[in-house]
């Protein structure tokens, strides 16, 4: 008999439950700082003080009904059979933001996709794109189903392709997300730490050499550096943002209670919300909110680890570390650790095209967790090291398991294969492959 995949990690199921309920948490505890931080501006502006939280459930209504089918279907089918049309329809959407005819400016940048009633980001929805194509091709490089250099030139041009496109709205802040997650995926599918730390060092220098061209993003950083240099202009916002992080001291003035909201600090439900947070709830609030997205890095890697194959593990792991950088993305700019790349924070932040991208990610990790638990064999708990065989009339040879596919085991396969580099592989008489590790003991004693 034929098993296709890899040897499997069952774990229960437990880690999926606990990734939707927490993944709920979050959404929901997202809602009411919105609710909160939004409030003023929407009676500022004649409206309902619900205004903006109403809008936010009705994208998240949208987001629900897309990550329910994503989760429900088997990720083979967004990750390889669909992959080529969402590509297509992700580097489309990204070109026609760069034109007249769809392209809305907001803030400096041209990111927005708005054609009638349609007002979306496309760069929010190329991130999901991106990492099923990176999963992909790390694949494909990792199991060796084709040669490296083909491999290579097709995901340099699939990946290429819509990160310049970003690039030119320009959206720095997306591209440093891809990038880093793309890092995280190569460690994991088992590439040695310093390729990993030279791929991402060599995108971090690329995007620190286009930033530097702009005056736009030269301004940020030196914003970031010292805000009071613009104290009523461009280093406004920190400073606010700033002013709110210290008015909240260790457990905050408490929910709905927040003065920065009072117009000012600006887009505190959406890029700031974490200051509201810090204000409202405390150092203790912002530290259980980055608890909580540990949490979930844990729960994504846990599913990930038993994934029924590569592309699976990629993808859940992928999926949350790409959650989790970009809420590092967004903490690290409003702390000016780093300059503002207007990211929101997952779950948190008020966005329609946040949202969905967020839940359509989290979707995908779930789908990888649904198919690990349907296809995992029975006695794949009793027997970890079980190996599937295939008969013929001259024997029996190994087809699938008989071993791990952590990333410790990958790589330490990888530093096995490159110190026995005399291996070969020959056919025998009777047809079968058998590959050969070096010359017999016979040979070595005649030597």
């Known amino acids: 008999m034929r098993q296709e995949g890899r040897s499997y990690q069952t774990s229960g199921g437990w880690e999926s439950i606990a990734f939707i309920l927490l993944c709920a948490a979050l959404l929901v ?135 310049l496109l970003i690039l030119l709205e320009p959206d720095k802040g997306t591209v440093l997300i891809v990038c880093v997650t793309t890092a995280i995926m190569l460690f994991v599918a088992g590439m040695p730490m310093k390729v990993v730390l030279a791929v991402a060092a060599g995108a971090l220098l690329i995007i620190a050499v286009l930033a530097m061209k702009d005056e ?68 203790v609030g912002t530290m259980l909110v980055l608890v909580a997205f540990l949490a979930l890095l844990y729960l994504g890697f846990r599913i990930a680890r038993s994934a029924p194959d590569l592309a699976g593990c990629l993808i859940a792991s992928g999926g949350v570390s790409m959650l989790v ?51 995992a064999p029975a006695t794949a708990g009793a027997r970890p090291s079980f190996r599937v065989y295939e008969g013929g009339q001259s024997g029996f040879r190994v087809i699938e398991g008989g071993g791990s596919t952590t990333p410790e085991s990958l790589r330490a396969s990888r530093d096995f294969a490159a110190t026995h580099t005399r291996g070969r592989v020959s056919v025998g008489s009777n047809g079968m492959r058998r590959i050969d590790l070096g010359p017999s003991a016979g040979e070595r004693l005649r030597r």
Request: aromatic share 10%; net charge neutral.
């Open 325 to 375: 950088v970009q809420l590092l993305v967004n903490v690290c700019g409003v702390l000016g650790i780093i300059p503002l790349s207007g990211k929101p924070i997952p779950f948190l932040s008020y966005g329609g095209s946040s949202i969905m991208t967020t839940l359509v990610l989290a979707a995908l990790v779930v789908s990888v967790a649904r198919t690990s638990k349907a296809s």
């Open 29 to 163: 505890f997202g809602l009411l700082m919105i609710y909160s931080a939004s409030s003023i501006v929407a009676l500022t502006a004649g409206e309902s003080p619900a205004a903006y939280v109403v809008t936010q459930l009705k994208n998240t209504a949208l987001g629900l009904v897309l990550a329910l089918i994503v989760a429900f279907n088997d990720y083979h089918t967004w990750s390889e059979r669909l992959l080529a049309p969402i590509w297509v329809v992700t580097v489309i959407m990204l070109g026609l933001v760069l034109t007249n005819l769809a392209g809305a400016d907001a803030y400096g940048a041209t990111r927005w996709f708005s054609l009638g009633p349609i007002h979306l980001q496309p760069s929010e929805f190329a991130k999901a794109t991106l990492l099923m194509c990176a999963a992909f091709f790390i694949q494909q490089l990792f199991e060796g189903q084709e040669d490296l250099q083909p491999v290579l030139v097709r995901a340099g041009i699939v990946m290429g392709i819509p990160l």
């Open 216 to 283: 736009y993003s030269r301004r940020r950083i030196m914003i970031m550096a010292n805000p009071w240099l613009d104290e009523y202009g461009d280093g406004y916002q920190l400073i606010q943002g700033r002013y709110a992080f210290g008015s909240g001291g260790l457990f905050g003035v408490g929910i709905g209670n927040s003065r920065q909201k009072y117009s000012y600090l600006p887009m505190a439900h959406n890029d700031f919300i974490f200051a509201v947070i810090g204000e409202e709830l405390g150092l």
